[in-house]
């Protein structure tokens, strides 16, 4: 068999071609014969473009059922695909585009104009628009396509996707993940997590993201099973479709909105197999919260865009709250060696599922590998002696705020340009939505007095919204140990209850 992922897929579709695979509340369902048909047709498009094996298509849009065509699509010319977050500026995207060099970039249509600049600027050789209706310059090259049937055949070894994590010296690092990693990390989840005939998903996260692509949609497809696809979280609606599913992947934040809710409870979970939750830390006051609610205690599991899926809590076995549980099957985990027995220390993995490297960074992706071939993720975690795993801290400083990793030291440099800013810290402080919440504080420079606003506008066009502080505070002076380095710990103590209720 070809060691192409789609392949794999397509080996899993169900015998009934005509049974759904994207099903919309509204009733526009997608079957898997018609997955089949158009992403052949996609393909043909991209290959008519000049798409070849190995190049890179970027994709900025709206969660929709062509985006999910368009990345298969990709998959099966061998071409590497690229999402990027939709709430990244055009600042952002300028970096993005000059590093990855595609050779198309697809957007939303009313993004095309201030993108049409810097997709010249980078010599993008194909700028197409991809919106909501299935309209936009991508699906009219697709409705004239020739349809390419067969599936590219490549080495495990070659590049199907590569996503982009900000990194700690504020320049972003495009990890690479192979078809080896993709195919290996789905086939485990859906073996681990007990896929089942008849299995529905309840999909309401993001597909720019490991968590909502690689991990949701591809263990629906390695099930040849059908999942509600919403183009974003609404309490209302989820709740609506729960009792229509029995699988349902979330962040935190999903589960708190949930339990906000007075009808939410047991009643509506009947036919509910698991509820998962992963990219932030997952309160132990929600896991017990829901669980009395609903009598289903949530399945905890931890991952990064580097690797996939790492460790899970067990299907059948104790879900314990604030661990996440054990490694998956062909993951090997460890801490750091210098950690004494008993000590937390720097998590390293080693597996099939973990990445291949960052795009044009060969002595960035050496740093971040042992001798021995352990990735060093820079989480401060602990392991049982039965080999459970919980995540303590994070040895690089990173911020996740609603399911999306934050780096501070990417803000920080921008709030240093704000004119009169001498130095700011940003860190990040519990918050019982969003798991994290991004915090600036800022040191002027006394050549004028600073408001929260101006540090707020300075960012509004150059950072993302989830990168965005939601508080500014202004000290005199920055915590700092006997080697002048910011003593972000202390902040984080000091501000931490900045948003209970």
Known sequence: MSKNVYALFQSRFPADLAQPF?????????????????????????????????????????????????????????????????????????????????????????????????AEKNSVTHLL??????????????????????????????????????????????????????????????????????????????????????????????????????????????????????????????????????????????????FISGSAPLLEDTFSQFSDRTGMPILERYGMTEAGMITSNPLDGARIAGTVGYPLPGVEARLSQDTEKGDAGVLEIKGPNVFKGYWNMPEKTAEEFTDDGFFITGDIATISDDNRITIVGRAKDLIISGGYNVYPKEIELVIDDIEGVKEAAVIGTHHSDF???????????????????????????????????????FIDELPRNTMGKVQKNILRQEYNHLFEK
């Open 129 to 274: 628009t991809l919106g909501l209706d299935q309209s936009g310059s991508l699906m009219e090259a697709y409705k004239v396509a020739i349809p390419v049937t067969e599936i590219v055949d490549v080495t495990g070894d070659a590049i199907a996707a590569f996503l982009y994590t900000s990194g700690t010296t504020g320049r972003s690092k495009g990890a690479m993940l192979t078809h080896d990693n993709l195919s290996s990390n789905a086939q485990v989840l859906h073996e681990y997590w007990g896929w089942r005939e008849g299995d529905i998903l309840l999909h309401a996260l993001p597909i720019f993201h490991v968590h909502g692509l690689f991990v949701a949609i591809n263990c629906v497809l390695m099930n040849g099973s059908a999942m509600w696809f919403l183009p974003k979280f609404d309490a209302q609606i989820v709740m609506e479709l729960i009792p229509k599913s029995t699988v349902m992947m979330g962040v935190p934040t999903f589960y708190t909105r949930l339990l906000e809710q007075e009808e939410f409870g047991y009643d509506l979970c009947e036919n509910m197999r698991i």
């Open 435 to 473: 798991g994290e919440a991004v915090v600036a504080v800022v040191i002027g420079d006394g050549t004028k007095e600073l408001h929260e606003d101006d540090i707020k506008s300075g960012l509004k066009d150059k950072l993302a919204r989830f990168k965005q502080p939601k508080a500014v505070i």
């Open 22 to 118: 994207i099903m919309s509340p509204d009733g526009e369902n997608l079957s898997y014969g018609e997955l089949e048909i158009q992403t052949s047709k996609m393909a043909g498009a991209l290959i008519f473009l000049g798409t070849k094996p190995g190049a890179r298509v970027a994709v900025q849009v709206e969660k929709t059922a062509e985006a999910v065509v368009l990345y298969l699509a990709c998959l099966r010319i061998g071409a590497i695909y690229l999402p990027l977050n939709t709430a990244y500026t055009a600042e952002e995207l300028d970096y993005f585009l000059g590093d990855a060099t595609p050779h198309i970039m697809v957007c939303s249509p009313a993004n095309f104009d201030k993108l049409s600049v810097i």
